[in-house]
């Protein structure tokens, strides 16, 4: 972005900046993305240019942060619908936490939790729809594709295909119980795509996600407001068209 950026994009940048020149002033090793940027060298033993930086620090952000908080989002709709899965994952939180904030440590022991999420990205995958184009002539099936083809792939769609998820439109988390041999195949289920291009923050994402997931859902219950359509919206992501309305209530 530069100046002919939109008021937003310049915030962003100024934010970016002053942050990168912060770092590098006080030349502290914080031991986070950042740090690590700022330390990183290229090829050629030369640290990165701010410009570089920038890049990619706004690149983490926005793509880490929306695709989470709609995931986030879709799972607290899912789990206002279903109160007996917020009711078991409500009891395996309070055996497991016992009211104390969660910590990464604690996320193998949440095993249900975890499924309750990987369900809300099967039905509601922010990545909705992702590209490729064939470098080469390929054959998939009866099919033959000539170099340069455009493919569109829906993690939307494939997670709704009956052939790898009995009852698709279901919103069970416990079909992720399923011992390894009934797993669905690989690319059945890629809310976080595949290939050289899969997603650089899945583990932060599945840490983030379940770190927010517990902390609210240990002290809030989300009821729906009665009345307010909540529609998928197929953008860049999967958004709820006119957004979730919650009514909080303390458990
Ligand atoms: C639930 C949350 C997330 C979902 C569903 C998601 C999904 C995806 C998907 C499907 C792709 C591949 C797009 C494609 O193949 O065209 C992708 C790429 C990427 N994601 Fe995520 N993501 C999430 C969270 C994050 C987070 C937290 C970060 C960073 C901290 C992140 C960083 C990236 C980056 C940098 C790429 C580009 C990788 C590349 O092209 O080499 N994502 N993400």
Known sequence: MDEKSPPAGRYLDTLIYR???????TGGETGDVLSMLVGAQT????????????DEALT???AGHETTALALSWTWYLLAQHPDVDATMQAEIQTVLGG?????????QLPYTRMVFAEALR????AWLMTRRAREAVVIGDYCFPAGTFFLLSPYLTHRDPRFFPHPEAFVPTRWAAPPEAAPPRFAYFPFG???RQCLGEGFAWMEGLLVLTTVAQTWRMRLVPGHPVEPRALVTLRPKAGIHVQLARR
Do not use: K
């Not at 942050?19 to 002033?25: F, G, H, M, S, V």
């Not at 090829?43 to 920038?54: A, F, K, V």
């Not at 104390?100 to 193998?108: G, I, N, Q, Y």
């Not at 039905?123 to 922010?126: A, N, R, T, V």
């Open 43 to 54: 090829e050629d033993g030369s640290p990165l240019s701010s410009r570089q930086i920038h």
């Open 19 to 25: 942050l990168i020149d912060e770092r590098r002033a």
């Open 100 to 108: 104390r904030l969660p910590t990464a440590a604690d996320l193998p």
């Open 123 to 126: 039905l509601y995958p922010p």
């Open 194 to 196: 595949g290939g050289p």
């Open 60 to 62: 983490l952000l926005l």
